[in-house]
């Protein structure tokens, strides 16, 4: 385990993480399902490798009502019957937006119109600041070593 390499940087600028905290209770009043908010940042999470952030976000899945096979398997969500069709679609977006630069066309139209089928214009907007959020926590705490359970 490498050690961490300094606080969390929101917790050092002054009034960073109200403003972060404030922007995640607006997303979570947005009408989105918490379970598909949840999902989708643990899934960002673990594709970013952040510990903290997959053991956090893994915790509050199963807080927000996610199953215990959806936590277990929503790195293979595709290829498992545990996920709705309006969560398939949340991931699928949350995959695309976080890895953006690994195709010249970061968001495809497919991926787009299937959440677009799901969610209106307002959820949708939500989910993009859910995704945005949650690589934001990751870029904060990877590079910093933070800790899973050290919160």
């Known amino acids: 385990m490498a050690t961490q390499r300094m606080p969390n940087p929101a917790a050092l600028v002054p009034g960073a993480t109200e403003a972060l905290m404030a922007l995640n209770s607006a997303i979570g009043s947005a009408g989105v399902d918490g379970t598909v908010l949840a999902l989708s940042h643990l899934r960002a999470s673990q594709i970013n490798g952040c510990s903290p952030c997959v053991a956090g976000g893994a915790a509050h899945a199963r807080s927000s009502g996610a199953t215990e096979q959806q936590v277990d398997a929503v790195a293979a969500w595709r290829e498992t019957p545990w996920f709705t069709d309006e969560q398939r679609a949340a991931l699928a977006l949350t995959e695309a937006v976080t890895r953006l630069a690994d195709r010249s066309d970061p968001v495809p139209d497919q991926v787009w119109d299937v959440a677009a089928t799901h969610f209106d214009k307002d959820e949708l907007a939500a989910l993009l600041l859910n ?21």
Do not use: E
């Not at 995704?131 to 919160?151: D, E, H, K, S, V």
């Open 131 to 151: 995704i945005a959020m949650a690589n934001a926590f990751n870029r904060l705490n990877a590079p910093t070593r933070q800790q899973a359970g050290a919160w």
